[in-house]
């Protein structure tokens, strides 16, 4: 099993991030919480700052657990871990993401999300 974080980063203005992972990464085309691999000993929190300042140049604020979510993509297992965040300051720059946008929560549903991820998509759009 591969334990994986993803923050659902907040704006000023209450807006949330999304971002579409880019061609030849795994679920290319399709949109998501960043975030990442949680590396051994680190804290969800922990990897969450450090994921986002690498794949994006941005700080955030991981401030409470969302939900876990355990998806299957074919054989590989995957718990993530999602985590409010408030957006701290940068100016964002991608790495494995070709596109972001700052959205509100209703309309999540025009976004195609990866399959891990639409778990949190129906939770914050319960929230609205």
Known sequence: MIEVA????????GQLLIARRKKGK????????PGGKIEQ???????????LR???NI???????????????????????????????????LVD????????RGQLQEYLFAPADIKFVEMLQKEV
């Open 6 to 13: 993803a923050a659902i980063i907040q704006n000023a203005q």
């Open 26 to 33: 795994s679920q290319e085309g399709m949109w998501e919480f």
């Open 41 to 51: 000993g680190e804290t969800i929190e922990a990897c969450l700052q450090r994921e």
């Open 54 to 56: 690498e794949e994006m």
């Open 59 to 93: 700080s955030i604020a991981p401030y409470e657990p969302f939900g876990v979510n355990d998806h299957f993509y074919g054989s590989t297992h995957i718990r993530l871990f999602a985590h409010m965040a408030k957006f701290i300051c940068g100016e964002i720059s």
């Open 97 to 104: 993401h070709d596109e972001y946008r700052w959205v509100e």
